[in-house]
């Protein structure tokens, strides 16, 4: 592992887990302060079948924000300090930059109302 890259993996609960990848250098304060609070759980929420997304109580400002996204995108959204992973590609909405997932996306396209998800170092 090296310091830029960071795996962790991402298990919605009871259907499975996959492997992600924070990229230090996309978005390094937003990184940083998501990477000290883990493990994070919460409630998955979905978004116009787009992304999942799960809110994590931080307050992060906007950093080095883009508005195109690809399947597989991680990026935190700063209005209500959710983690979201993107299930189709996107433009047009600001989010901080995060990594991406590395496997095992599949698992995050059976997400409905109530799921848990749990964010946790590899």
Same mark, same amino acid.
């Given at each position: !592992?090296?310091v830029?890259?960071?795996?962790? #993996?991402?298990?919605?609960? /009871?259907? /499975? *887990?996959?492997?992600?990848?924070f990229?230090?250098?996309?978005?390094?304060? #937003?990184v $940083?302060?998501?990477?000290?609070?883990?493990?994070?759980? $919460?409630?998955?929420?979905r978004?116009? /079948? @787009?992304?999942?997304? +799960?809110? #994590?109580?931080?307050?992060?400002?906007?950093?080095?924000? *883009? &508005?195109?996204?690809?399947? $597989?995108?991680?990026?935190? !959204?700063? =209005?209500?300090?959710?983690?979201?992973?993107?299930l189709? &590609?996107i433009?047009g !909405? +600001?989010?901080?930059? @995060? /990594? *991406?997932?590395v496997?095992?996306? &599949?698992?995050?396209?059976? #997400?409905? =109302? $109530?799921?848990? %998800?749990? %964010? =946790?170092s =590899?």
């Amino acid at each position: !592992m090296s310091v830029s890259r960071i795996r962790l #993996t991402l298990e919605l609960k /009871g259907k /499975g *887990r996959c492997e992600c990848e924070f990229a230090r250098h996309l978005a390094p304060l #937003t990184v $940083g302060s998501i990477l000290r609070a883990l493990p994070i759980e $919460g409630r998955a929420h979905r978004y116009d /079948g @787009l992304f999942i997304y +799960m809110e #994590t109580g931080l307050a992060v400002g906007r950093e080095k924000q *883009r &508005d195109e996204f690809k399947r $597989g995108d991680i990026g935190f !959204m700063v =209005a209500n300090g959710a983690v979201c992973i993107f299930l189709k &590609d996107i433009k047009g !909405m +600001m989010f901080n930059p @995060l /990594g *991406r997932v590395v496997s095992n996306m &599949d698992v995050l396209e059976s #997400t409905s =109302a $109530g799921d848990v %998800l749990l %964010l =946790a170092s =590899a």
